[in-house]
């Protein structure tokens, strides 16, 4: 229990609590040790941590600086950081370091943003942002593994890469299994929908937009549509239909079956293919395959 320490902290340095406090913060902040849950602030109570020695440590892209002021609406600010993180990512040439730097020091404003009684649509829609926000972060960077083939779901990049928002912290596995896939979130159903809505930064998935909570179903129907017209192939001779890698990493949450994945990729396909694809769902034997 950490408040003993704060004790002996205290007595034996010759210093008030209120400073013994402020090094446990910046021993906190500095990786030392952590919260069991998620917070992101020391609490002199009887809170339990853990000593960081030997694990993975957490990469907090947002704490470069502490952001004193307050924070604007919590959805506006995850559109903007986006904007600016596609327009550096994406730039071509060599970076214009004042513009990361500035971007880098907008994010700290994360850490103030209220997400308390958001509702259910601008709660996903800041999410989804934030979770490309981080990232091209990595990217922008270069915390980001080198490889594509190392940027994968649960991979050890998704666990520990973050940022602190309000009073906790967020993993990239966090934001897409916890609360988007509501794994962790009991207030927010899974919407597969949000799987061609995310960007790892790889071809496998489709790239970054900003989103806003005001159209998101109709932005999250038509980023599914063109994502799966794009790369849904059916050979109805064969009897095969190959799907985008992301139907089998997810696959469960879009449906229990093989004919119900189909089902469920028909509707969102130009008529033909359409056509085709519930067809195939109607036989007996068909294959599958995802790339």
């Known amino acids: 229990v950490w408040n003993c320490s704060v004790s002996h902290l205290a ?33 002199d109570d009887e809170t339990l941590y853990r000593f960081l020695d030997g694990e993975e440590q957490a990469l907090v892209l947002n704490r470069q600086i502490l952001w004193a002021a307050s924070a604007r609406p919590a959805c506006l600010v995850s559109q903007q950081l986006l904007k600016q993180a596609i327009a550096i990512a994406y730039s071509g040439g060599t970076r214009d370091f004042a513009a990361v730097q500035e971007f880098q020091q907008r994010t700290a404003e994360l850490q103030m943003v209220n997400l308390i009684q958001l509702p259910v649509e601008e709660l996903r829609c800041f999410f989804i942002n934030i979770f490309n926000v981080l990232v091209l972060h990595a990217r922008i960077t270069s915390k980001a593994p080198a490889s594509d083939t190392f940027i994968l779901p649960r991979c050890s990049f998704f666990r520990n890469t973050s940022y602190q928002v309000g009073k906790y912290f967020y993993s990239l596995d966090d934001v897409c299994r916890g609360i988007l896939r509501a794994k962790k979130c009991l207030f927010l159903d899974c919407d597969p929908r949000v799987h061609f809505a995310l960007s790892y930064g790889i071809a496998a998935t489709p790239p970054a937009r900003v989103f806003s909570h005001e159209n998101l179903d ?30 089998d990493w997810y696959r469960k949450d879009f449906s229990s079956s093989p004919a119900g994945l189909l089902n469920w990729v028909a509707p969102r396909l130009p008529a033909s293919l359409s056509v085709q694809l519930t067809a195939l769902a109607q036989r007996k034997e068909f294959k599958i395959s995802f790339e």
């Open 11 to 43: 007595s034996g340095a010759q210093i008030s609590r209120d400073q013994a406090c402020i090094i446990a913060q910046g021993l906190m902040n500095a990786q030392v040790f952590s919260h069991l849950g998620s917070a992101a602030d020391f609490t």
């Open 218 to 247: 109709r932005e999250l129907e038509s980023a599914t549509r063109r994502f799966c017209s794009e790369r849904v192939r059916v050979d109805m001779e064969k009897g095969e239909v190959t799907l985008p890698i992301v139907f």
